[in-house]
């Protein structure tokens, strides 16, 4: 089992960056391939960025592709996106989540959930 915390979200202007962590506890955490998901008002949540357990490969959303970048520390337990040009389209709440096996990109196939952190992006 892992819990999963989310940090970093904010309010920032249109073309502006910010970087999301998401630090794991216990002893596993290269054991998850991990994944970043967005829920915007009146939307279903939607998988934006995911990384193997290696960390070798990545996956992108069309809609964030060359923008965002997903990364991870297996050191450090911690897994990062990084959002840059963020548009106000790219508001909302953004979770990491844990998954047990890699290429995984339905909300469902993730086993462990953080409990989100708010992103605002004003035009």
């Known amino acids: 089992q892992v819990q999963l915390v989310e940090s970093g979200g904010g309010l920032v202007q249109a073309g502006g960056s910010l970087r999301l962590s998401c630090a794991a506890s216990g002893r596993t955490f290269s054991s998850y391939a991990m994944g970043w998901f967005r829920q915007a008002p009146g939307k279903q949540r939607e998988l934006l960025a995911a990384i193997v357990r290696s960390g070798g490969i990545t996956y992108y959303a069309d809609s964030v592709k060359g923008r965002f970048t997903i990364s991870r520390d297996n050191a450090k337990n911690t897994v990062y996106l990084q959002m840059n040009s963020l548009k106000p389209e790219d508001t909302g709440v953004y979770y990491c989540?844990?998954?047990?096996?890699?290429?995984?990109?339905?909300?469902?196939?993730?086993?462990?959930w953080g409990q989100g952190t708010q992103v605002t992006v004003s035009s």
């Open positions: 989540a844990a998954s047990y096996s890699d290429y995984n990109i339905l909300p469902r196939e993730y086993a462990y």
